[in-house]
């Protein structure tokens, strides 16, 4: 009897809010409608952005951040990385998004980050080179190369 309080209390404190939250999903099936397949999504990681893509026969590609310093332990080698795909997306004539670039309650990814001495300021200031410019969609902003002046870089 006492197992099935808890197993109750469990399904409505935990797993049946968490099942009617539907805002995260609702917010990256938005960003999927701003994007294709030559697109890139950069990201702190473990949030929201990690189910972009779920709803289009041409996803973007994502770099999820901390996977990539994770993967190798070293967070010089996974940024390095991320300015190589950034690039690479430039030159294809995609567009680059960052998600969760500033003012995101949400802490998964960046506590993790931290692990590696990068803070939340420092994951900003990976963006500087660029005018990153706010989208429709709440928490994800559009990299331009200065001067663009908010247009797309590349053919669309």
């Not at 506590?111 to 990068?118: A, D, R």
């Amino acid at each position: 009897a006492c197992l099935a309080a808890v197993a109750l209390v469990n399904l409505f404190v935990g797993h049946l809010p968490a099942a009617l939250d539907t805002e995260a999903r609702d917010r990256a099936f938005a960003a999927d409608r701003l994007m294709t397949g030559v697109d890139l999504v950069v990201s702190p990681g473990h949030g929201w952005e990690e189910l972009v893509g779920l709803t289009t026969p041409t996803p973007p590609d994502t770099y999820p951040l901390i996977f990539h310093v994770g993967e190798r332990e070293d967070l010089a080698e996974g940024t390095k990385r991320m300015r190589d795909a950034i690039r690479g997306t430039f030159a294809l004539g995609g567009r680059v998004y960052v998600a969760r670039l500033t003012g995101s309650p949400d802490p998964q990814g960046f506590k993790e980050l931290e692990w590696f001495g990068m803070s939340r300021e420092d994951f900003e200031k990976l963006f500087e080179p660029y005018l990153p410019v706010p989208t429709e969609v709440e928490e994800l902003w559009l990299l331009t190369r200065r001067g663009d002046a908010g247009e797309p870089p590349g053919p669309r």
